[in-house]
């Protein structure tokens, strides 16, 4: 993980001081936990074939951020809790790896992390996660995201990801409004589905 350009922003947040700061290799082995760990959510919910222990290896860690995936995180009071990875291929930006400990849910944490990447995107935003993740589903949606075909999704995660057969017979991709007013001519899924 790189760290040259380290961006630090601090913020006061409920009386709390929040820190986003890109994640370098010295914090690679907390990324690699913190991933492991909200992970577990998806344990019984994707198919079971898709589902590893850990659910991310080391080497498959490292193999993506040597990919170019630049991972930044939430660090509230010293302690890295939330991690969202970015990715810029062939013209787009991917969102990848975007997890909070278990025990730092639902207080926002993804959405700040979202919203900071948002703004550091070069070009159109795209999402991949597994169709099964309602809760992830949703939570991209509510920021403005829209899940694209079938068809569409295929050809995407063929062209931007590395993804074996199997992820992409059983996830979705959903795109920012950037991507939409540039392929204007693709359906979109229908809401709910």
Known sequence: MSGRSRRLIEMPRRGRVFMIRRCD????ELVWAIINDGARAYKGVIPTDCWTEPYLSNKKLQDEVD?????WGYEETGTLVGVMGLQQVRGVTLIRHAYVRTSSQKRGIGTLLLSHLRELAKGPVLIGTWADAVWAIR???????????????????????????????????????????LNDNVIRKPDGC
Do not use: C, N
């Not at 290799?25 to 690679?28: L, N, T, Y």
């Not at 990919?67 to 991972?71: A, S």
């Open 25 to 28: 290799h010295h914090h690679f």
């Open 67 to 71: 990919e170019g995936v630049v991972f």
């Open 139 to 181: 939570f991209y949606q509510k920021h403005g995201f829209q899940i694209v075909s079938a068809q569409e999704k295929d050809r995407l995660l063929r062209q931007y990801w590395t993804v074996p057969e199997r992820q992409i017979e059983t996830s979705v991709v959903l795109a920012d409004p950037m991507w939409w007013e």
